[in-house]
């Protein structure tokens, strides 16, 4: 099929080619020229500043689409790297995501229009001045064997040998569920009888959709080291109790292990059932952590009264408004947090949200969302005994496999935003806010040195971050307190405050 595709793409952009050479001498004075020319001669200074405010638009919805979040990272110290954390772009909340992204996306266009006629300008003021008639061949020459080269190159980068990550060892992914259904509402909610497909909470077909690119993105980029096919001695997948995150996994699982042709145990069903390991909810110590811990229960609500006496009587009055307008009774972010929630998610399935959201469902408020997720590690203690289990399993699997115990290439843990929040803190970016998309990822690498010697097994971790979905283009993270190459021994002893020795033990004295 990509074979297929490649040579069609071929074929299109010679015939293209061909056809514009043709078309520019036949039409010097085409519609688009005339416009070039009466918008320079009419106001060039305005011209040109168009395309740049185009160029300057386009480079502000790449780093959106790369997970850049230059909003929340307003008026919070870190490194540039966690900037590229914090989702998607908090200006396009201002007056609702929906709202403020299509206004972009017309002015955009707009301004496209333009671009293309500069583009049209540029490509006849080069034929007319460079390929005349009597150099009319030797030009088309060039061009088509230029077409042939890039096409070859094309063919090489689309079949060419992969990308070659045989120096991994062993990788671990903390991934967030897809896109789901609210789990709760408020009193004053217009679609408060609003009939969720597979209710409340559910994995929508949506999120079903984004967790299988997922699954396609981690094959193609780790295929040398995971194996084609399925076996519980290479691979081994966790998830949280909750039912969206054990059908994101199958769903991961469904475009990671397609199975082979004859494999199939239904003739014609390109899926293969694989094992997804889950921990009941008030038993979990290690993705959500619900298991009843006395020394985190009372952190939190020391959290929630220092939260209360930083902000002050400012924050007491946004509860109030929030408090009137929905009818429940909102007295701390992660109420706050409950609500935005539930208002992205309607409008995000284009429900109309009511007068009143568009004064709080904004920036503000999706900070206020991150501060809440970052509530539950606010300090040591609670870093440690929500985030260090898991980095403790990580870490314990690298050594195994570092030891020549764990023979286990991949580790996939389908679990929550606030999952990825309490490990990434606890790894040491606690001076920034993250609010973790969809689909999300937070990848562990293991991988061999490139300048180790003979019989000196050394082996670095390198941690890398996806927060969008549409794009795959992961952010590789500088560990706080571990210089590059980031060697495991050298990590262990940066996280040995955030790794617990006895996690039962250790909440209770």
């Given at each position: 099929?990509?074979?297929q595709?490649?040579?069609?793409?071929?074929?299109?952009?010679?015939v293209?080619?061909?056809t514009?050479?043709?078309s520019?001498?036949?039409?010097?004075?085409s519609?688009?020229?005339?416009?070039?020319?009466?918008?320079?001669?009419?106001?060039?200074?305005?011209?040109?500043?168009?395309?740049?405010?185009?160029?300057?638009l386009?480079?502000?919805?790449?780093k959106?689409?790369?997970?850049?979040?230059?909003?929340?990272?307003?008026?919070?110290?870190?490194?540039?790297?966690?900037?590229h954390?914090m989702?998607?772009?908090?200006?396009?909340?201002a007056?609702?995501?929906?709202?403020?992204?299509?206004?972009?996306?017309?002015?955009?266009?707009?301004?496209?229009?333009?671009?293309?006629?500069?583009?049209?300008e540029?490509?006849?003021?080069?034929?007319?001045?460079?390929?005349?008639s009597?150099?009319?061949?030797?030009?088309s020459?060039?061009?088509?064997?230029?077409l042939?080269i890039?096409?070859?190159?094309?063919?090489?980068?689309?079949?060419?040998?992969?990308?070659?990550?045989?120096s991994?060892?062993?990788?671990?992914?903390?991934?967030?569920?897809?896109?789901?259904?609210?789990?709760?509402?408020?009193?004053?909610?217009?679609?408060?009888?609003?009939?969720?497909?597979?209710g409340?909470?559910?994995?929508?077909?949506?999120?079903?959709?984004?967790l299988?690119?997922?699954?396609?993105?981690?094959?193609?980029?780790?295929?040398?080291?995971?194996?084609?096919?399925?076996?519980s001695?290479?691979?081994?997948i966790?998830?949280?109790?909750?039912?969206r995150?054990?059908?994101?996994?199958q769903?991961?699982l469904?475009?990671?292990?397609?199975?082979e042709?004859?494999?199939?145990?239904?003739?014609?069903?390109?899926w293969?059932?694989?094992p997804?390991?889950?921990?009941?909810?008030?038993?979990?110590?290690?993705?959500?952590v619900?298991?009843?811990c006395?020394?985190?229960?009372?952190?939190?609500?020391?959290?929630?009264?220092?939260?209360?006496i930083?902000?002050?009587?400012?924050?007491?009055?946004?509860?109030?408004?929030?408090?009137?307008?929905?009818?429940?009774?909102?007295?701390?972010?992660?109420d706050?947090?409950?609500?935005?929630?539930?208002?992205?998610?309607?409008?995000?399935?284009?429900?109309?949200?009511p007068?009143?959201?568009?004064?709080?469902?904004?920036?503000?408020?999706?900070?206020?969302?991150?501060?809440?997720?970052?509530?539950?590690?606010?300090?040591?203690l609670?870093?440690?005994?929500?985030?260090?289990?898991?980095?403790?399993?990580?870490?314990?699997?690298?050594?195994?496999?570092?030891?020549?115990h764990?023979?286990?290439?991949?580790?996939?843990?389908?679990?929550?935003?606030?999952t990825?929040?309490?490990?990434?803190?606890a790894?040491?970016?606690?001076?920034?806010?993250?609010?973790?998309?969809?689909?999300?990822?937070?990848?562990?690498?293991?991988?061999?040195?490139?300048?180790?010697e003979?019989?000196?097994?050394?082996?670095n971790?390198?941690?890398?971050?996806?927060?969008?979905?549409?794009?795959?283009?992961?952010?590789?993270?500088?560990?706080?307190?571990?210089?590059?190459p980031c060697?495991?021994?050298?990590?262990?002893?940066?996280?040995?405050?955030?790794?617990?020795?006895?996690?039962?033990?250790?909440?209770?004295?």
């Open positions: 099929m990509q074979k595709l490649t040579l069609v793409l071929f074929i299109f952009a010679t293209t080619v061909i514009v050479i043709d520019i001498e036949a039409a010097p004075f519609p688009e020229r005339q416009l070039y020319l009466d918008q320079l001669e009419e106001d060039p200074q305005s011209f040109y500043e168009l395309i740049a405010q185009y160029n300057k386009k480079e502000l919805e790449n959106r689409a790369y997970g850049l979040d230059f909003g929340l990272s307003r008026g919070f110290s870190g490194s540039q790297t966690a900037k954390l989702g998607m772009a908090a200006a396009n909340y007056n609702g995501p929906g709202r403020r992204r299509r206004s972009e996306q017309a002015t955009c266009q707009n301004i496209l229009k333009c671009q293309k006629i500069t583009i049209m540029f490509t006849r003021s080069f034929w007319v001045q460079s390929c005349s009597g150099r009319r061949g030797v030009c020459t060039v061009i088509i064997l230029g042939l890039s096409s070859a190159l094309l063919a090489y980068t689309a079949f060419g040998p992969k990308k070659d990550n045989r991994i060892r062993q990788i671990a992914i903390i991934f967030r569920h897809g896109d789901r259904n609210p789990t709760e509402t408020y009193p004053n909610d217009p679609y408060l009888d609003y009939s969720w497909e597979d409340w909470g559910a994995l929508t077909k949506e999120g079903m959709m984004q299988y690119e997922l699954g396609d993105w981690i094959r193609s980029e780790y295929d040398q080291i995971i194996g084609a096919k399925y076996d001695s290479s691979a081994f966790r998830s949280s109790y909750a039912d995150c054990i059908m994101s996994a769903a991961l469904a475009a990671l292990y397609r199975p042709p004859g494999d199939n145990f239904i003739e014609n069903l390109p293969r059932p694989v997804v390991h889950s921990i009941p909810r008030d038993f979990d110590k290690l993705i959500t619900k298991y009843r006395p020394k985190l229960e009372y952190a939190l609500k020391e959290a929630y009264v220092n939260e209360s930083k902000t002050g009587k400012q924050i007491a009055s946004y509860f109030n408004e929030l408090s009137y307008y929905t009818g429940k009774k909102i007295s701390t972010i992660t706050v947090e409950f609500l935005y929630n539930t208002l992205e998610i309607e409008a995000n399935h284009g429900l109309e949200l007068e009143w959201t568009k004064k709080f469902y904004n920036e503000e408020m999706r900070r206020i969302a991150a501060r809440s997720l970052a509530l539950f590690t606010s300090n040591t609670q870093q440690r005994l929500r985030g260090g289990p898991l980095l403790k399993e990580i870490t314990n699997n690298m050594m195994s496999a570092r030891n020549g764990d023979k286990i290439k991949l580790y996939l843990y389908s679990a929550h935003d606030i990825l929040v309490n490990v990434l803190r790894m040491g970016f606690t001076n920034e806010l993250f609010k973790p998309d969809y689909g999300a990822a937070l990848i562990f690498e293991l991988v061999l040195s490139e300048y180790v003979e019989n000196n097994l050394e082996l971790v390198k941690v890398k971050y996806l927060n969008n979905t549409e794009i795959y283009e992961p952010t590789t993270l500088e560990i706080p307190h571990c210089k590059e060697k495991l021994v050298d990590l262990l002893r940066v996280w040995k405050d955030v790794l617990p020795v006895d996690w039962d033990s250790e909440c209770v004295n």
